[in-house]
């Protein structure tokens, strides 16, 4: 199995930055993409950013230009760098990571954005 721990997030004012980690563990052998989803209230979760094995990444529309995905790796990491948050990123971030039968979530962290 595929275990993932996400750490970074907070209380930030609109503006600011924020980093995000997920540490993969497990068998990641098995991982082909890796990326960060996240859900507000009342909404339905939505993809962030996803980075794929070939290095390759997509954004959604809201964040592009805004934050960047990466990936550490020797250390089974991957980051979203969040820059000039606005209130609306508000939202638990959920690390994911697909293999090639299985997707597996981390527990979710809260990002929230004040005016």
């Known amino acids: 199995q595929v275990q993932l721990v996400e750490s970074g997030g907070g209380l930030v004012q609109a503006g600011r930055s924020l980093r995000l980690s997920c540490a993969a563990s497990?068998?990641?052998?098995?991982?082909?993409?890796m990326g960060w989803y996240r859900q507000a209230p009342g909404k339905q979760r939505e993809l962030v950013a996803l980075?794929?094995?070939?290095?390759?990444?997509n954004y959604a529309d809201s964040v592009k230009g805004r934050f960047t995905i990466s990936r550490d790796n020797a250390k089974n990491t991957v980051y979203l760098q969040m820059n000039s948050l606005k209130p609306e990123d508000t939202a638990e971030y959920y690390c994911y990571a697909r293999g090639r039968f299985y997707e597996f979530w981390g527990q979710g962290t809260q990002v929230t954005v004040s005016s």
């Open positions: 497990g068998s990641t052998i098995s991982i082909n993409a």
């Open positions: 980075i794929i094995s070939g290095g390759s990444t």
